[in-house]
Nanobody, 116 residues
């Protein structure tokens, strides 16, 4: 069993910053990568950023230049530094862990609200 625990969400004003963390624990084998997705009310879940164990990254166009994903492989933890936040970034942010041969796991979600 794998558990993903997210932290760092909250309310921030436009232009502000937040840092999300996601720590994985349990029976973790052959991690391919970890990532962040988000789902706004009435919209489908979408990719925000992903990072492989080798450190390769990919970002949604809407967050490039503003968000940075990083990871601590030794602690099975992934981070998302979010700068210059906009109201359109308001969503529930989900952490995802992808393994080789054992499927993928999701966190419970962290609410991020950008509002003045």
């Amino acid at each position: 069993q794998v558990q993903l625990v997210e932290s760092g969400g909250g309310l921030v004003q436009p232009g502000g910053s937040l840092r999300l963390s996601c720590a994985a624990s349990g029976s973790i084998f052959r991690i391919v990568g970890m990532g962040w997705y988000r789902q706004a009310p009435g919209k489908q879940r979408e990719l925000v950023a992903i990072i492989t164990q080798a450190g390769d990254t990919n970002y949604a166009d809407s967050v490039k230049g503003r968000f940075t994903i990083s990871r601590d492989n030794a602690k099975n933890t992934v981070f998302l530094q979010m700068n210059s936040l906009e109201p359109e970034d308001t969503a529930v942010y989900y952490c995802k862990l992808v393994t080789l041969g054992r499927g993928a796991y999701w966190g419970q979600g962290a609410q991020v609200t950008v509002s003045s």
